[in-house]
């Protein structure tokens, strides 16, 4: 979908559906119009007489054949009340009109964004969110299909129009593109199954994106794995005929005397469960186990294209979990990076084992803060279901870091609990440390818990499930797909590592 900024004004193409926007008032027969041609405006109306249209949320009215203003068609969208209009409000509006054009099978559209402004303070924001919304909104994932539309996805082409065009706004537009293109880079990993994205053909894809960009990307293989030490994400990888990869991605757009920010992902391609197998009812739905992964790949993408002034380094541990014949076993010991020792009480908690190698590895840098991205756990999805990501932080005061930066970007975070009890949980009988509590329930928490023995506590850390809300979020959010990944916390995590410089 091509899509295209400039000033209001021009005169339309006769060709294009024009898409304005209203707001409901707190009288049911009455709504707010923007400042439109009168006949398109009498159309509006009558319907809201009629009682077929209000301007509440998700709400859209389309006319076919108005002729009216220069344009063929009109399709009103509407955003509820405007008391409390927010970004996120703005991002969803612009998911409805898309998905009203399509289904109208609408090629072509204006959108009057001065009708959406108005709502707002803040221009630049609001074009922002809007034009995340609309790109985030056009993601399809088809890459494996047989027979595909001779057209794009429609509408193949929009124009956002809007008074007083300046460079704000103009960089507003930029960088919303890039960020929006990088998540839905996160979303396209996150869908590709197993034999099409294995550790190896993730690290590749990692190398061919940062071509031309001021990323340094290194891969090591398993013989590298095994020689730094890195015995959970190699023990792991032991059932699977794939090999494993640790894909270490580098940017420095800040001075060098600047600690970077280190982000670790999940990037579990399959995850079978291992020996402790899992059912087969959605098991296919493990193909989703990197999206923790796939979010920091789109982290270091977007940050890199965005040429933003920080140190930032990615970190992905990539492996399958089989349950081959050289596949850890229930009862094992494993040796991490920094010398402590885990018990594999079950073979299905591995995203833990992987990423301790992997935290492991940051912390000896010393870096301003540590996060890790995860599809980790159950548990998190019966808290939260898929409405909310849970983090786990102690620090009330990166706490507050991390939910501004959440409320910048409209995805919705819940902090959840981490304490002393959760550690004393996961502590070992003969080793170190057992990867699942010895305690039942808190499962997401004693998770983290296990996690934060591999950073040094005075490093800043904050851990991240996204089992929830990683794929199938469609029924919250009208800008994701149907079915799929999300690309969940791409665009928080960028907001967060630009908050350290």
């Not at 923007?34 to 009498?42: E, G, R, S, V, Y």
């Not at 023990?235 to 060098?256: C, D, H, Q, T, W």
């Not at 329930?441 to 904050?462: H, N, R, W, Y």
């Not at 791409?490 to 967060?496: D, G, I, K, Y």
Request: aromatic share 8%; hydrophobic share 40%.
């Amino acid at each position: 979908m091509q899509i295209t900024l400039r000033k209001a004004g021009q005169k339309p193409s006769p060709s294009q559906t024009l898409v304005v926007f209203v707001s409901s008032l707190d009288d049911k027969k009455k709504v707010s119009l923007p400042k439109m041609d009168k006949d398109l405006a009498k159309r509006i109306e009558e319907a809201v007489n009629d009682e077929a249209f209000s301007g509440k949320t998700k709400e859209t009215l389309f006319f076919r054949q108005a002729n009216s203003g220069g344009y063929h068609h009109l399709l009103a969208v509407g955003v509820g009340s405007a008391k409390g209009f927010s970004a996120e409000s703005a991002r969803q509006a612009a998911a409805h009109a898309h998905n009203s054009l399509r289904s109208h099978r609408i090629e072509s559209a204006e959108i009057d964004l001065d009708s959406l402004m108005r709502f707002g303070k803040d221009k630049a924001v609001l074009l922002g969110a809007f034009t995340e919304g609309l790109r985030l909104s056009a993601y399809e994932f088809v890459e494996y299909k047989s027979k595909k539309d001779e057209k794009p996805p429609r509408p193949g082409k929009i124009g956002l129009l809007i008074s007083g065009l300046n460079k704000s706004l103009e960089t507003s537009f930029k960088e919303a593109e890039i960020l929006a293109k990088r998540t839905n880079h996160a979303r396209w990993l996150g869908d590709h199954s197993g034999n099409m994205l294995t550790p190896t053909l993730l690290a590749d894809f990692v190398k061919d994106q940062a071509k031309g960009l001021p990323l340094k990307v290194t891969i090591w293989d398993k013989a590298r794995i095994k020689k730094e030490k890195f015995g959970g994400l190699l023990g792991v990888s032991l059932g699977s005929s794939e090999e494993p990869r640790f894909i270490i991605m580098e940017y420095n757009g800040a001075p060098k005397g600047k600690k970077p920010v280190y982000f670790v992902g999940k990037g579990l391609t399959f995850d079978s469960g291992g020996i402790s197998i899992k059912p087969s009812q959605s098991m296919d739905e493990m193909k989703h186990d990197m999206c923790g992964g796939a979010a920091v790949v789109g982290l270091m993408l977007a940050l890199a294209e965005l040429k933003a002034k920080v140190n930032v380094v990615g970190l992905v541990p990539a492996t399958e979990n089989m349950p081959g014949g050289s596949a850890i076993k229930p009862g094992d010991i494993l040796v991490h990076r920094n010398g402590k020792t885990t018990e594999v009480l079950n073979t299905d908690a591995e995203g833990r084992l992987v990423l301790a190698d992997a935290l492991a590895y940051a912390n000896e840098s010393k870096p301003a803060a540590i996060f890790d991205c995860a599809t980790l756990t159950g548990a998190i999805v019966v808290a939260l279901g898929n409405i909310h990501t849970g983090f786990f932080v102690r620090d009330d005061k990166l706490a507050k870091r991390i939910t501004d930066a959440s409320e910048h970007t409209g995805e919705w975070l819940w902090r959840m609990p981490l304490v002393d009890f959760h550690a004393d949980d996961m502590k070992g009988t003969h080793a170190d440390l057992n990867n699942i509590s010895s305690n039942k329930g808190a499962g997401s928490s004693t998770a983290a818990a296990f996690l934060e023995q591999f950073v040094d506590k005075d490093i800043p850390f904050a851990h991240f499930d996204v089992a929830g809300t990683a794929w199938n979020i469609s029924n919250r959010v009208p800008y994701a797909p149907k079915k799929g990944a999300s690309g969940v916390m791409v665009r928080t995590f960028v907001e967060l590592a630009k908050s350290y410089f």
